[in-house]
Nanobody, 120 residues
Framework: QVLLVESGGGLVQTGGSLRLSCAAS????????MGWFRQAPGKEREFVASISWSGGRIVYADSVKGRFSISRDNAKNTLYLQMYRLKPEDTAVYYC?????????????WGQGTQVTVSS
């Protein structure tokens, strides 16, 4: 069992920055691939970024490449998403998720989400 709690969301102006955190409980965080997803109103949930357990493999959605940075601290059981040059289209609820088997596509545990709103 993995419990995930996101924080760090808020209201920011276009061009601003935010750093999201995802605190994880449970013994499998250090061996899990972790991901960030987001869901905007009226839209499907979409992949944002993922990071392997060691941090050696990182994948970004094209829409955030060059602006967002995913990282993790296994000693603190925490996942991060640093977001720069935010745009109104980044407005969404952001979720972290754990892929405990490292499948790369099946995420077993999800947080409750944190709202990010980018004003124009």
């Amino acid at each position: 069992q993995v419990l995930l709690v996101e924080s760090g969301g808020g209201l920011v102006q276009t061009g601003g920055s935010l750093r999201l955190s995802c605190a994880a409980s449970g013994r499998t965080f250090g061996t899990s691939t972790m991901g960030w997803f987001r869901q905007a109103p009226g839209k499907e949930r979409e992949f944002v970024a993922s990071i392997s357990w060691s941090g050696g493999r990182i994948v970004y959605a094209d829409s955030v490449k060059g602006r967002f940075s995913i990282s993790r601290d296994n000693a603190k059981n925490t996942l991060y998403l640093q977001m720069y040059r935010l745009k109104p289209e980044d407005t969404a609820v952001y979720y972290c998720a754990a892929d405990v088997n490292g499948s790369g596509f099946k995420y077993d545990y999800w947080g409750q989400g944190t709202q990010v709103t980018v004003s124009s």
